[in-house]
């Protein structure tokens, strides 16, 4: 069968397809080789396309942006840090409407930048996965800072329904190493929708300014005559008044709310009284609607009951609630749960969220 006419078919195989059709290989299936009508679009891309098979050239898109037009774009632009610092950069996708891949490459000036590991357990570097299109399948996350240059591209996969809206792509983090202006390229960028086809999108290239750190110089304060000392009566020292001490008063450790993963046959009823929770205090807490409808394997926070927490972290720069919950070994449906993020989990730099084991 024609893999085009399983596109239509079957988001499982759509979302495979669209895997390879993104990083620009062949379809291999049913032991034949080819490519499809899908693929055929995304890598012609139309007007604005350009092929990224390797050896060929790659032309980036330069247009104006039409009121409503998709976007991709740096925030912030220009961005500055010193030498020897950190900054992070976003790339944001704006207005986009059935995204269900994303494949970018961009360049930028080595001998002024490097990119920062955002993951040092894992061999070479990478960078932070964003929120859209949610990161079901990392393609490529491939920083090469010798050669200044950076290839990311990430698939969502079935059932997830396709994106729509805007939201951040990717976090960048770049350290300053000389002083100078570095511009930050696009050399090929692709979008696609669940069938393959490309979505057109306006780029708009970035400029991150790193600037030399010079530290104060020291300021000698004036120096000032002693003034000759007129003898005079002695003053009778007083007793010592004794301070009182001040008793800290006790921090209570942070504690997590116990979870419960609904079953087959689980009811909001049949759980608070499980629980001995009442069916009300079961639904504020979970934000439930007024029929009280469960899904199976969602979870459900059960008030009154607590556990020990395994810590608590501050949120950086950078951070999206995907690599914090890869960081510390859990789940983002845990952290939402827990700290009751709402959907598509943006978090705000300085929050603080609780970690709790699962």
Not at 65 to 71: D, H, N, P, R, Y
Not at 122 to 149: A, K, M, S
Not at 221 to 232: H, K, R, V
Not at 255 to 284: H, W
């Amino acid at each position: 069968m024609d893999v085009s006419v399983l596109l239509s078919q079957k988001r499982s195989v759509s979302a495979l397809v669209l895997i390879v059709v993104v990083i620009g290989l062949p379809i291999i299936t049913s032991g034949c080789i080819g490519t499809t009508q899908a693929a055929s679009r995304l890598q012609q891309g139309g007007k604005d396309g350009a092929s990224a098979l390797p050896g060929n050239p790659v032309v980036p898109v330069v247009r104006l942006a039409a009121q409503g037009s998709t976007i991709l774009h740096f925030d912030p632009s220009p961005a500055q840090v010193t030498v020897g610092s950190v900054g992070a950069v976003q790339l944001r996708l704006e207005n986009v409407d059935n995204l269900y891949g994303i494949e970018v490459h961009l360049t930028f000036a080595k001998n002024i930048l490097q990119i920062e590991d955002d993951d040092p357990g894992r061999g070479g570097v990478q960078i932070t996965t964003g929120e859209i299109p949610y990161p079901d399948f990392t393609v490529l996350n491939i920083v090469d800072n010798l050669g200044g240059r950076l290839d990311y591209a990430v698939v969502q996969l079935a059932p997830r329904l396709p994106a729509s809206g805007s939201g951040v792509v990717a976090t960048i983090r770049f350290r300053g190493v000389n002083p100078g202006t570095s511009a930050i390229n696009f050399t090929h960028v692709k979008l696609a929708s669940p069938d393959g086809f490309a979505i057109p999108v306006t780029l708009q290239s970035g400029t991150v300014i790193v600037s030399e750190t010079v530290p104060p110089t020291a300021t000698s304060p004036p120096t000032t005559a002693a003034p000759t000392d007129t003898p005079g009566p002695t003053a009778t020292p007083s007793p010592p008044t004794a301070v009182p001490s001040i008793t800290p008063t006790p921090v209570p450790a942070p504690v997590c709310p116990a979870l419960y993963v609904v079953r087959s046959g689980d009811t909001a009823f049949s759980i608070s009284r499980r629980f001995g929770v009442s069916l009300d205090a079961l639904a504020a807490a979970n934000n439930l609607p007024a029929s009280f409808n469960l899904k199976i394997g969602q979870l459900l926070v059960i008030p009154g009951l607590s556990r020990p927490s395994v810590a608590t972290h501050v949120v950086q720069g950078g951070d999206t609630l995907y690599s914090i919950a890869r960081r510390y070994g859990t789940s983002v449906e845990t952290l939402d749960a827990i700290n009751h993020i709402p959907y598509p989990w943006y978090v705000q730099a300085r929050q603080t969220l609780l970690i709790c084991p699962q």
